[in-house]
């Protein structure tokens, strides 16, 4: 099945600073998105986004079908940003199958 | 309802008890998801069922797990004989049939073995 990497697995960050998260998959797919499970353990849909490039306030995400990659930026982080940020895909040869996860990335914002 | 809503939020129980899980997915949504998160790591899948089709079964652990949907609505997922190594959060998603829908996921399960 499709692999998903994502990087850095962890990250510090003072309040105020800006960050990028990566998300590598080893196929083509036709569903991407980006959650943040927040310190209560609550998953929050962030971006649907298997191609190009979206914007919601501070967060935004763009993704590179070809080069299969999807990177989300985080700018001007705040404290209420901290939690784990997991990417998920679904391959195109899985047309309605399940979505894979990655490892997800463990932010911390310290104020 | 408005969200994908899971019960109980909490179950303790003791090893070699059988335990329900229950998920309630979004009205009208075809597809749902098992997932299984145990503390600090990522989601690993279990289940998934979309609409009449039959549900992928891949990521079931053992034969002590399994899980039906009735009416293509309220599903339960079913442990048997619960183990200590089944402690976990169990989350349930759910999605409608368009290809570019986002996944909804539930507060999740968290059970203890004892």
């Known amino acids: 099945g499709i692999q998903v990497e994502q990087s850095p697995p962890d990250l510090i960050l003072q309040e105020g600073a800006n960050s990028t998260l990566r998300c590598n998959f080893s196929d083509s797919v036709n569903n991407l998105q980006w959650f943040h499970q927040n310190p209560w353990g609550q998953l929050i849909n962030l971006f649907y986004i298997p191609s190009g490039t979206k914007q919601n306030g501070r967060l ?30 679904r391959g195109t040869t899985d047309s309605w199958g399940k979505f894979q996860f990655g490892a997800g990335t463990q932010v911390v914002v310290t104020p | 309802g408005a969200g994908v809503s899971q019960s109980p939020s909490n179950k303790v129980t003791e090893k070699g008890k059988d335990v329900e899980l229950r998920c309630d997915p979004i009205s009208g949504h075809t597809a749902l998801y098992w997932y299984r998160q145990s503390l600090g790591q990522g989601l690993e899948f279990l289940i998934y069922f979309q609409g009449n089709s039959a549900p992928d079964k891949s990521g079931l652990p053992s034969d002590r797990f399994s899980a039906e949907r009735t009416g293509g609505s309220v599903s339960t997922l079913t442990i048997q ?25 539930g507060n999740g399960t968290r059970l203890t073995v004892t």
């Open chain 1, 60 to 89: 935004s995400a763009t993704t590179v079908a070809t080069e299969r990659y999807s990177l989300l930026y985080i700018s001007s982080s705040q404290t209420t940003d901290s939690g784990v940020y997991f990417c998920a895909v």
């Open chain 2, 81 to 105: 004989r619960t183990q200590q190594e089944d402690s976990a959060v169990y989350l349930c998603a759910s999605t409608s049939d368009r290809i570019n829908s986002p996944l909804h996921f």
